[in-house]
């Protein structure tokens, strides 16, 4: 079946680089595109980037200078990595599959992981 | 960016009850609208998406409507687990945006 797996590290200090990996099953990533959604604690649903089905990724303008979004297809594994992180870039972290034909919404997400910024 | 604007931001309703939440796109998105539900603690799923169509295993009470910049949400005879967050998303091109929620709470 399919599923996805967010990890990384829970506490970061500002400033520095957050790296966070999608582990996914079920399904292959030269089929499918991975994006990174965030979710600061109380707060609503902010897509991040994405990488498509074939290799081309896409970023939200916002956080464009501080991201990149890759993928290693052998070992079926998204990554993420912001620098310069902030406060502000507490929250928890989601990869969640995009359906079918770039179709635009996410059919399966990860459990998510809590992403912590503070010294 | 396309913004979402969705409301009420909150609703309180009875087990059995029928309700709607609406989500306004700032352009005409042809009908690129998904709803999620999000529970405490747990990753969104999804709902709807095309605006109208229903996730498969998503209960028949669950139903979207809309076209061009507005969309609706309709839950009709509530259940205990309905009680959660709700989202909707621009699902017609990137960056992707979602509205800020309506929490859905019991009366």
């Known amino acids: 079946q399919v599923q996805l797996k967010e990890s990384g590290p829970g506490l970061v200090q500002p400033s520095r680089t957050l790296s966070l990996t999608c582990t996914v099953s079920?399904?292959?990533?030269?089929?499918?595109?991975v994006s990174w959604v965030r979710q600061p604690p109380g707060k609503g649903l902010e897509w991040i980037a994405a990488i498509w089905s074939g290799g081309s990724t896409d970023y939200n303008s916002a956080l464009k200078s501080r991201l990149s979004i890759s993928r290693d297809t052998s070992k079926s594994q998204v990554l993420l990595k912001m620098n310069s992180l902030q406060t502000e870039d507490t929250a928890m972290y989601f990869c969640?599959?995009?359906?079918?034909?770039?179709?635009?919404?996410?059919?399966?997400w990860g459990q998510g992981v809590m992403v912590t910024v503070s010294s | 960016d396309i913004q979402m604007t969705q409301s009420p931001t909150s609703l309180a309703a009875s087990v059995g009850e029928s309700v709607t939440i609406t989500c306004l796109a700032s352009?005409?998105?042809?009908?690129?609208l998904v709803w999620y539900q999000q529970k405490p603690g747990k990753s969104p799923q999804l709902l709807i998406y095309g605006a109208t169509i229903l996730e498969d295993g998503i209960p028949s009470r669950f139903s979207g409507s809309g076209s061009d910049t507005q969309y609706s949400l309709k839950i009709n005879s509530l259940q205990p687990e309905d009680f959660a967050s709700y989202y909707c998303?621009?699902?017609?091109?990137?960056?992707?945006?979602f509205g800020a929620g309506t929490k859905l709470e019991l009366k």
């Open positions: 998303q621009n699902g017609l091109s990137t960056p992707y945006t």
């Open positions: 352009e005409d998105i042809y009908g690129s």
């Open positions: 079920g399904f292959s990533l030269t089929s499918y595109g």
């Open positions: 969640a599959r995009e359906g079918p034909g770039s179709s635009g919404y996410f059919d399966y």
